[in-house]
């Protein structure tokens, strides 16, 4: 079984960055996707971004698209996520996640192992 835990998250100021990572330990996760995903108050937990095993193909959310960069690293078990132009609409609990295979559908059921959760906020 593999423990994910994500750090980086914090209060920034509307147009800030921030950048979070998600330390894999248990077992390596280079053969498999990973993904970042998000929960703001009273909402459901949506999709934000995922990279496929080899950190060649990646997907985002239109609400993050052109903003957020999603990388990995496999030689250090761990993957990030750079948030860039930061909006109050981007507070959330930002979770990252292992999915079930190397690549494919971004649900929630697809991604098999999750983290704690790092609080994000934005506000000035």
């Known amino acids: 079984q593999v423990q994910l835990v994500e750090s980086g998250g914090g209060l920034v100021q509307p147009g800030g960055s921030l950048r979070l990572s998600c330390a894999a330990s248990?077992?390596?996760?280079?053969?498999?996707?990973m993904g970042w995903f998000r929960q703001a108050p009273g909402k459901e937990r949506e999709f934000v971004a995922a990279i496929n095993w080899r950190g060649d193909n990646t997907y985002y959310a239109d609400s993050v698209k052109g903003r957020f960069t999603i990388s990995r690293d496999n030689a250090k078990n761990t993957e990030y996520l750079q948030m860039n132009s930061l909006k109050p609409e981007d507070t959330a609990v930002y979770y990252c996640?292992?999915?079930?295979?190397?690549?494919?559908?971004?649900?929630?059921?697809?991604?098999?192992?999750w983290g704690q959760g790092t609080q994000v906020t934005v506000s000035s």
């Open positions: 248990g077992r390596s996760i280079s053969n498999y996707a």
């Open positions: 996640a292992v999915h079930r295979g190397a690549w494919g559908a971004q649900r929630t059921a697809d991604f098999g192992s």
